[in-house]
C-alpha cells in the first residue's frame, strides 16, 4: 500500500492531514535525525505519524486523539505499514493525557486543537528532551492568523490563542523557535542549552 492512498482516502473524507509542502519539508528535517521518542498530538489516520516512523527506524511513536473513529483507522494503517509494534495510540483529550506522562520526547509534534497549543505549551515544554525539538503545524491558521483587521467571531479564540502561541515561543526564554512560512505555518522550537 502507498502512503498517498491514505491521504487520497482522507481528504475525500475532508480530513485534515499534512499539507504536502509541509510532508515534504518535516521529511527533508528528519533526514540528519536519530529520534528515539516521539509525540504526537493529532493521530487522524496516521499519516504523519507513519511518515515519522518511515524516516526514523529506531523511533517509538506515542500518539494521542480524541476521536474514536480516527483511531480505529489510525490503527489499521499503521498495521498495514507494518508499524504497529512501533505505536502506543491513546485516545483521549491532549490536555489530560500530557500531565500523565513520566519520560521525555525528543520530538513532539503538535497537530492537534489549534486553539489549545497555548494551553499545552506549559506542559509540552517539560515533556521536552533537552535535545528534543517541538513542531507545531497550522500556525498560521489559513493565514487568518497574520492578517490584519476584523476576525470573524468563529475563528477568533483560535486566532487569538495561535498569536499568543507564537508570542509565546517567539519570546520564551527557554525557546529558540524559527518560524517558516511553509504550509499553513509550521514552527519548530528547541530547548535552549
Ligand atoms: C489536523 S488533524 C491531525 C493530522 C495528522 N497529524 C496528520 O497529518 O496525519 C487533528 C486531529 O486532532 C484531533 N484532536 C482534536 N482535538 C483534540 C484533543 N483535544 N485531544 C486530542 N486530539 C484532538 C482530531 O480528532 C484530529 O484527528
Known amino acids: 500500500m502507498d502512503l498517498k492512498q491514505i491521504v487520497e482516502d482522507a481528504r475525500q473524507e475532508h480530513i485534515p492531514l499534512l499539507l504536502d509542502e509541509t510532508a515534504e519539508f518535516l521529511l527533508n528535517f528528519l533526514k540528519d535525525k536519530n529520534f528515539k521518542n516521539i509525540l504526537e498530538i493529532g493521530t487522524a489516520v496516521g499519516y504523519s505519524g507513519i511518515l515519522f516512523l518511515q524516516n526514523q527506524p529506531r523511533a517509538f511513536l506515542t500518539t494521542i486523539d480524541i476521536n474514536e473513529k480516527m483511531q480505529n483507522i489510525a490503527k489499521q494503517n499503521f498495521k498495514k505499514f507494518n508499524v504497529e509494534k512501533r505505536v502506543k495510540l491513546i485516545k483521549g483529550d491532549a490536555k489530560d493525557v500530557l500531565s500523565s506522562f513520566n519520560q521525555k520526547f525528543d520530538l513532539i509534534f503538535l497537530d492537534g486543537p489549534k486553539g489549545q497549543y497555548i494551553k499545552y505549551l506549559p ?37 487569538v490563542n495561535l498569536r499568543k502561541f507564537i508570542d509565546a515561543i517567539e519570546n520564551d526564554e527557554m525557546l529558540m523557535t524559527q518560524i517558516y512560512d511553509i504550509g499553513d505555518g509550521i514552527s519548530i522550537s528547541k530547548l535552549k542549552k
Open 123 to 159: 506542559q509540552l515544554k517539560l515533556l521536552l528532551d533537552k535535545n528534543g525539538f517541538l513542531i507545531a503545524d497550522n500556525i498560521f491558521f489559513h493565514g487568518k492568523v497574520r492578517a490584519e483587521g476584523f476576525v470573524p467571531h468563529k475563528h477568533r479564540t483560535i486566532v
